[in-house]
Every structure is written in structure tokens, then in C-alpha cells.
């Protein structure tokens, strides 16, 4: 240690201050081990009493006065070791307590970062809870309000329905009022019909040509449902309608077939001019077209699904078509059952008019997909978002002009018998809409007959289909039409078509008809399930069937008073 250290550095010169004093001193004086080797030998020889006398009482005083120096050194080198290592104690002393108090500060400082960290997580979980809670609160009150919303919506609906049961009672009333005012007025024009008959057959009889007297009616379509006419009961040996078509019925479904046409190359044109990657439509086309698709295929019996599926709808598809904005199309072209004469007013989004077109194509799909299910509700939903979709007056042209035209196109193109042509599966393939099916393909012609059942039981739903205050998208009395068009066909012309289309129209409609059009519509439907498939024959043994399946066809529909008897508790016969 640095005090040692300094005691024997003393220590040693005091020794070289007294070796350095007896240096020039005198022999007397020097110590007895500094002599030569020659002195100390002669001493030893001679003996102690000879070195005795050489000592002097000086040389005593100055050994013994070098003893006590001796002392003294030793004794002041022991004190500062001793100083020394106290000092070292009381500093490693002073460093323990220095890295105790460090130690401590350490451990307070940690506790009080865990308290800190403590009291923040104790905060988070304050404000979290706090923020679970206003959650709570406002699902609470969107629930409220939601019932409270439904509530008003069931009460309206209510109050709808009362006043429909009041006005379906006071027409209920109004019609047996007419009916006993015309009954007595039918009886006399079916014995004159009947005098008539008979007359033409005995003419026929004797190879007379006819005179030109007006020939007996086929039931045709009514005016409007308020003033039902009642057809008389046809006799199965009265005259049936020649085996074409009328002119103006023919004109009309070359029409629409020309506005398909058009349809198909205007959705062409269309994504041509934006397939460029670049274009800002080419994203939001795909997008609605997808989003329509996925839709369509949600449809379910639920009627809170439908209006949500009809929400998305309207959300994601058509009203985004509007909003996006996009070039625009004379709508002139796409429209047959209106005129247009200003050409501002003709003005229509392109993008609205090709998701037209691509709604038609996924709701006929739509309703071929479920025609095989015996419960027809979830295509009385389709042709609801239908219904609900052409008359919504934002996606009108104007405003005032639905846009069903495109629709009826599609349906004379893939089902022209609803429509009341006729042709020959032979020779007439694409007129009847056959053109897609192969003849020898049984695969392809059960899906083809699926179809037409679909797209019969769609057509009778949209047809059917009432919005308080809005007339139909597609009047009732077109399905009267479509039903007695059909049922007019000759039996030479009949293929499995019709009839799966008829099944489609009646099957899941026939408490509305007679709701809307009495006992004339009872008589229609007994000339459509009676009637008509007697007209069939019956297939021989060992005979193939020239139009094979239209026995079988026939039959179904021939069922079908069993089934509303037996289901509804309605009674034609």
C-alpha cells in the first residue's frame, strides 16, 4: 500500500544517514561487522577479552542510541500500517454502502416503473370498457330503432293489406253484380254459337264451302282486369286457330328479335370499348357484373334476405352505373313499346343499359335453376327485385319509361311460344328458340324444357306482381294472353315446350288469376288442363313418337287440378 510504502522509503534512509555518518569515522567507531575480514579474524583468534577492550563507552552510547533509533523506525512504520489499513477499511466500508444506497435506488426505481406501467394499463382497460360500453349503447339504440322501424312497417303493410281486402271485396261484389247482369246474355249467344256449329258441320257434311260469317272466337286476351269478360266453355270439337300465328303477332316477335339482336352486339361494342387497362370503366364494369351474379344466386324464401339482396343490388350495381356517369346511347333503338320523339330525352348511361342486359341473362338463369323445385317462392322473390327494379323510377329512361322492352326481347328469343308462335322443331329450330339444343342430345333437351318452366313460372310471377300506387312492370293481362295463346295452338303444332311452359305459368298462380279474373279465368284454366292435353294422342305400342315426350308433357299438366285441389283447396272442374 501507498502508506508502506512511504514508512520504508523513511525507513532506509534513516538507516543511509546513520551508515553514511560512521563512513569517515574512526575504527573505534565503526561497527564490528564493517571491519575486514583480517580484523574479524584477529579478534577471533585472540578472544573476547581482547575485543572488550577495544569497546569505549562511546561506542555503547552509540549502539544502544541505534538500537532506540531502530525502535522508534519500527514502531512509526507499524502506526502508518496500521493507518494504512484502516484507511483501506473505512474506504471499502464507504463502497459497500455506496452499492447498497445504488442497489436501492435501483429497486425503487424499478417499483416505480411497474407502478407507473400499472396505473397506464389500469387506464387502457378504463377507456376500453368506457368505449365497450358506448358500443353496447348504440347497438342497443340502432336495435330500437330498427324495431321501432319494423313496427311502422308492419303496421303500414297492415293497413295496406285491410284496405287491398276491401277493394278486393267491394271488385268481388261489383263482378257477381255483372255476372248475373250477363249471365242471361251468355246464354243466348252459346245457343247461338252452337246453331252455328252446327251449321258449319253439316256444311262440311255435304262439301259446301262456308258463307262468310264471322267464325267463333278463340279466347282472347282481356282489356284490363276490372272489366273481366267471361268466356264461354269451348266444346273440344270447336275450331281452332289457324296453325300461324296472326300477322300483328308476328310483326311484334320480329321486333323483339331485332332488339335482341341489337342487345347482343351493343354488350360487344360495349366491352371492346373498355377493355383497354387504362380505362376508368374497365374495373367497375367487372365489378358490377360479378357483384349482379353473386347476388342473383342469394335469392332464398326469406323476405328480410330479399330486401337485402335487393339493397346490394340496387347499391353496388345499378346505382353505382349511374353515378360512375360513362359516355351515353340514343335508348330509341332498345325500346319498342314507347316513342321518344326529343332526342335530349333519349339520352341513356351505357353502363345502365349493358347491366340491363346482363340482369336479364342472370335472372332467366336464375329461374331455369329453380324450376325443378315444386315450391315456386324463391322465383316469385326474382321476379319481386325484378318487378321492383324496372319500376324504380331512377333507373327509368325520363323517369317514366321502364326499360322491359330488353326483357321481353330476351324471352321472345329463348321461349317465342309464351308469345303465340309456332313453327316446327324440325324445320323451325331457331324460330322456337331450339337453335342451342341438339336434336339427338336428351341432356340438352331436358334442360331446355327446365328452362321454359322457368321461364313460365318467372313471367307469371312478374306479371303478377303489384306495387301500391305503381302499375305492373308487365301487365296481368299479358299472362291472360300468353295462357290463351297457348292454349290456342293446334294440336299439329304442340311440341313438350308448351306445356312445360303452360305447367310454369299456372302451377303456382292460379289462386291470383281467379282473384283477378273470376270465373272467365276458371274457364281458361279448364281449357288449358282439360282441353288441350285431350288434344294430345295417346302413344301407340311399338310407334315412335313423332315429337317424343309431348304425352308426357301433356300429362303434367294435365295434373295439375289434383295438385290445386288437393295443396289449395281449389276446385275448376
Known amino acids: 500500500m501507498p502508506a508502506a510504502s512511504g514508512a520504508s522509503s523513511t525507513s532506509m534512509n534513516t538507516r543511509n544517514s546513520f551508515s553514511s555518518s ?6 573505534s567507531r565503526q561497527s564490528p561487522v564493517r571491519q575486514s575480514p583480517q ?6 583468534s585472540r578472544g573476547s577479552l581482547l575485543s572488550d577492550s577495544y569497546e569505549s563507552p562511546t561506542r555503547k552510547l552509540q549502539l544502544e542510541f541505534t538500537n532506540i533509533l531502530s525502535h522508534s523506525d519500527r514502531e512509526f512504520h507499524k502506526k502508518l500500517d496500521q493507518d494504512a489499513a484502516e484507511r483501506a477499511r473505512l474506504h471499502e466500508e464507504q463502497l459497500a454502502r455506496a452499492a447498497r444506497e445504488h442497489q436501492r435506488v435501483m429497486e425503487e426505481a424499478t417499483r416505480e416503473m411497474e407502478r407507473i406501467k400499472l396505473e397506464e394499463e389500469n387506464e387502457r382497460l378504463r377507456k376500453a370498457a368506457v368505449q365497450e360500453k358506448e358500443i353496447q349503447r348504440l347497438k342497443e339504440q340502432k336495435m330500437r330503432e330498427q324495431a321501432e322501424a319494423q313496427q311502422r312497417q308492419l303496421e303500414a303493410k297492415l293497413r295496406e293489406e285491410q284496405a287491398a281486402r276491401e277493394a278486393a271485396e267491394k271488385q ?10 250477363r249471365a242471361h246474355k251468355e246464354q243466348e249467344e252459346a245457343a247461338k254459337r252452337e246453331k252455328e256449329e252446327d251449321e258449319r258441320r253439316a256444311r262440311e257434311a255435304a262439301a259446301v264451302p ?42 311484334v316477335h320480329k321486333k323483339y328479335l331485332t332488339l335482341h339482336r341489337s342487345m347482343k352486339e351493343f354488350r360487344k361494342q360495349f366491352l371492346a370499348a373498355h377493355k383497354a387497362p387504362t380505362d376508368p370503366l374497365k374495373s367497375l364494369i367487372g365489378d358490377v357484373r360479378r357483384n349482379l351474379n353473386k347476388r342473383m344466386g342469394q335469392i332464398t324464401v326469406d323476405v328480410a334476405d330479399s330486401k337485402k339482396t335487393i339493397k346490394s343490388i340496387r347499391e353496388e350495381c345499378f346505382d353505382k352505373a349511374i353515378s360512375a356517369g360513362g359516355p351515353m346511347i340514343d335508348i330509341r333503338p332498345y325500346l319498342i ?40 317462392r324463391i322465383i316469385t ?12 323510377t331512377k333507373y327509368m329512361c325520363m323517369g317514366t319509361v321502364t326499360m322491359t322492352d330488353t326483357l321481353l326481347a330476351k324471352l321472345h328469343r329463348i321461349c317465342p311460344m309464351l308469345f303465340g308462335i309456332r313453327g316446327n322443331t324440325t324445320t323451325n329450330r331457331a324460330g322456337l328458340g331450339l337453335d342451342k339444343v341438339h336434336p339427338n342430345d336428351d341432356a340438352e333437351h331436358n334442360a331446355y324444357l327446365q328452362r321454359m318452366t322457368g321461364v313460365g313460372a318467372g313471367y307469371a310471377a312478374l306479371t303478377h306482381r303489384k306495387f301500391a300506387q305503381k302499375p305492373p312492370a308487365i301487365p296481368i293481362s299479358e299472362y291472360w294472353r300468353a295462357v290463351v295463346l297457348i292454349c290456342n295452338t293446334p294440336a299439329e303444332a304442340l311440341y313438350p315446350a308448351h306445356f312445360m311452359t303452360l305447367q310454369g305459368l299456372l302451377r303456382d298462380n292460379v289462386r291470383k288469376f281467379l282473384a283477378t279474373y273470376g270465373v272467365a279465368a276458371k274457364a281458361v284454366l279448364r281449357r288449358a288442363t282439360f282441353d288441350l292435353p285431350n288434344r294430345v294422342p295417346e302413344p301407340r305400342a311399338g310407334v315412335k313418337e313423332e315429337r317424343p315426350g309431348l304425352h308426357a308433357a301433356a300429362g303434367s299438366v294435365k295434373t295439375l287440378p289434383d295438385v290445386w285441389h288437393a295443396k289449395e283447396n281449389i276446385n275448376i272442374r
Open 337 to 376: 313499346s314507347h316513342q321518344i320523339t326529343n332526342d335530349a330525352d333519349a339520352q341513356y348511361p351505357q353502363l345502365l343499359l349493358y347491366l340491363w342486359v346482363m340482369f336479364e341473362k342472370y335472372l332467366v338463369k336464375q329461374w331455369a335453376h329453380e324450376a325443378p323445385k315444386e315450391d315456386g
Open 210 to 251: 262456308p258463307p262468310p260469317v264471322a267464325k267463333p272466337q278463340p279466347v282472347q286476351a282481356l282489356p284490363t282486369p276490372s272489366a273481366p269478360a267471361v268466356a264461354a266453355p269451348v266444346p273440344a270439337s270447336a275450331p281452332l286457330a289457324p296453325s300461324a300465328p296472326s300477322a300483328d303477332i308476328v310483326e
Open 39 to 44: 580484523r574479524n579474524g584477529l579478534r577471533s
Open 22 to 27: 560512521w563512513v569517515g569515522s574512526s575504527p
Open 172 to 181: 268481388r261484389r261489383l263482378q257477381e253484380a255483372a255476372e248475373k247482369a
Open 381 to 392: 322473390q326474382l321476379s319481386l327485385i325484378a318487378a321492383s327494379l324496372y319500376l324504380d
